[in-house]
């Protein structure tokens, strides 16, 4: 697993580890569900949530990556921009 450097005040990283802390888990875990909340996700992972849409909606491959791809498209610009809609 590649490492990463990252620059944190010292508030913040205090308050990172009270969270991992009080959820009896690792600081690489908090960051990385932080990430995935963020829409930071694996190749993996969004083929997992493509084949569960088409099998869910029983639409042709090209139909439900098509629908998957405004959805999540949709998703990151209200993220950019809460005050949108």
């Keep these: 697993m590649p490492r990463t450097t990252i620059t944190l005040s010292d508030e913040r990283y205090r ?17 990385d569900q932080a990430l995935e909340l963020a829409g930071v996700n694996t190749r993996e992972a969004v083929e997992a949530m493509v084949a569960e849409a088409r099998r869910r909606s029983g639409l042709a491959d090209e139909q439900a990556m098509d629908l998957a791809l405004r959805e999540v498209a949709a998703d990151r610009s209200e993220r950019a921009d809460p005050g949108s809609t």
Excluded: C, Y
């Design 15 to 31: 308050a990172l580890k009270q969270v991992a802390a009080r959820r009896g888990t690792t600081i690489t875990e908090v960051v």
